[in-house]
Each structure stands twice: as structure tokens, then as C-alpha cells.
């Protein structure tokens, strides 16, 4: 009997890690699918990128471009939704124009194919591209804020200290002031973002005995998990306190 249950338990094991992988790409897939791309392109260069990490695995192909003038900043999107949106640095080969043997005359060209390469080696390192969030649309004060108001900015021009890393930070945190379309997000512009924040509807949870009662409430105060707030029961109009657990509960102890 045990040995037929632990079999069960190794083939849901393997089944499990299966379906894992069956919805994940590896970073070695996607610069593979880069270099491919790369080459289609007719340039030769290889991906700066961890082969080893894991992401999401997209429905539809990958949309590959580049993400300014060059090939040495691409740009990695889902087309089916915005699940995978990476920034790839490209090591790109260096390369020179031969010069033909068969007309050694040609010595003007060789001495320009020569000063190309100088401009070349002296050419700057490429900047540091940064990735920004900015409103699509104005927003008035006290506004909360929903993925379809936030739009991702990629450029060389901003300070990294002064954005977010990614949008989840910004997704239900308050606005302090109104802001207009295309402004670019601070931690100035929002108020700390908290699991209930002062208005939200939430349910108090209470034990009589063996037995749980739940009610309406709204939050009076802010709070983060484990924290004690004031809250409204919206059935009797009393203001109790409570602790706050997840998914918007009040627990009250008696």
C-alpha cells in the first residue's frame, strides 16, 4: 500500500514540474531567438544576458527591434500581452570593410578604411538605458493606481534613482497631487502604498465562542498586515479595532 502511494506521489511530482516548464521560457531560449533574429538582420553579435534565469512563456512569437538607431540595445515584448518586456545589450562584432588586393593603386580608400576603424576604437561606451513609468492619461489627486494608467519608458536620459523598478510597486498607491498625461512617476507624486488604506470596504471577521461571525466594515485608518486599525462596522455604525489580516479582513477578538 505504501509503495503504491508513494509512486502516486512521484508521478504528480513529475507531472507538476512538467507544467512548470511548459508555461516558462529560459533566458538561453531568448537569446537564442535574439542572435537568430540578429542574423536575419545581417548582424553579427551575441546577447549580454543570463541564460539561467526563468521567465513567463509567452502565447504568441516574440517581437524583436531595436530599441534606438543601433543593434546594441534590443528590445524583447510579447506580442499577445505585456507578460515579457525585457531591454538585451548586444555585444556587436567589430567589423571592416576589405580592401581588395586585385588593385593596389586603390591606397586612398585604404588609408579611409584605416580611419574608420580609429573612430571606431575611440567611440564612447554605450549609455546606461534606464526603465521609467509615466501616467497615459492625467490623473487628479487622491486617484488610486490601475495598470492601464501606467505606460513603461525606456531612455538613457534619466536618473535611476529617481523611478520605480517595476509596476507592480506603483499598481493600488495613492496619488498626492494631480498629475498630467505623460508625466514621469516619483515616490514624491505617491503616498506609502498599504495592504488596506483609509476608505477601502472590508469584512470583520469575530469569534463567538465556535463561531465566526462576518460583517461589512470600512477602514478608518491605513495599515499593513498585523497592524491594528479602526474600523466602522457598517451594520451597528460603532467604530471598533482590529487586526488586519489578508485579503481585506478585520479580525476582532473578544
Not at 502516486?8 to 514540474?17: A, P, Q, R
Not at 487622491?142 to 492601464?148: A, E, P
Given at each position: 500500500m505504501l509503495s503504491k502511494i508513494y509512486k502516486?506521489?512521484?508521478?504528480?511530482?513529475?507531472?507538476?514540474?512538467l507544467n512548470n516548464n511548459a508555461f516558462a521560457i529560459s533566458g538561453h531560449d531568448i537569446?537564442?531567438?535574439i542572435s537568430d533574429w540578429l542574423e536575419t538582420e545581417g548582424i553579427s553579435g551575441e546577447p549580454i544576458f543570463s541564460k539561467s534565469r526563468i521567465f513567463n512563456k509567452c502565447d504568441t512569437d516574440l517581437?524583436?527591434?531595436?530599441?534606438?538607431?543601433?543593434?546594441?540595445?534590443?528590445r524583447v515584448q510579447c506580442n499577445s500581452n505585456d507578460i515579457l518586456d525585457l531591454v538585451v545589450r548586444v555585444k556587436l562584432e567589430e567589423t571592416s570593410k576589405k580592401v581588395s588586393n586585385r588593385d593596389h593603386s586603390q591606397t586612398k580608400n585604404?588609408?579611409?578604411d584605416q580611419k574608420v576603424l580609429k573612430i571606431q576604437k575611440k567611440q564612447k561606451p554605450a549609455k546606461k538605458i534606464y526603465k521609467a513609468f509615466i501616467l497615459k492619461t492625467g490623473l487628479e489627486k487622491?486617484?488610486?493606481?490601475?495598470?492601464?494608467n501606467i505606460k513603461i519608458l525606456f531612455s538613457d536620459k534619466i536618473s535611476q534613482t529617481?523611478?520605480?523598478?517595476?509596476?507592480?510597486?506603483?499598481?493600488?498607491?495613492?496619488?498626492?497631487?494631480?498629475?498630467?498625461?505623460g508625466q514621469l512617476?516619483?515616490?514624491r507624486h505617491l503616498y506609502e502604498k498599504f495592504d488596506i488604506n483609509q476608505g477601502d470596504f472590508i469584512s470583520i471577521v469575530s469569534n463567538v465562542g465556535n463561531t465566526y461571525v462576518t460583517v461589512s466594515g470600512e477602514a478608518e485608518e491605513d495599515g499593513n498586515l498585523g497592524d491594528i486599525i479602526q474600523v466602522t462596522n457598517l451594520r451597528s455604525g460603532k467604530t471598533i479595532k482590529g487586526y488586519v489580516k489578508k485579503n481585506k479582513i478585520i479580525k476582532i477578538f473578544r
Open positions: 502516486y506521489f512521484i508521478i504528480l511530482f513529475i507531472l507538476v514540474i537569446s537564442n531567438k517581437k524583436i527591434s531595436k530599441l534606438f538607431s543601433t543593434y546594441s540595445t534590443v585604404r588609408v579611409n487622491n486617484s488610486v493606481l490601475q495598470k492601464d529617481s523611478f520605480f523598478g517595476s509596476r507592480d510597486e506603483l499598481i493600488g498607491r495613492k496619488l498626492k497631487k494631480n498629475l498630467k498625461m512617476l516619483h515616490p
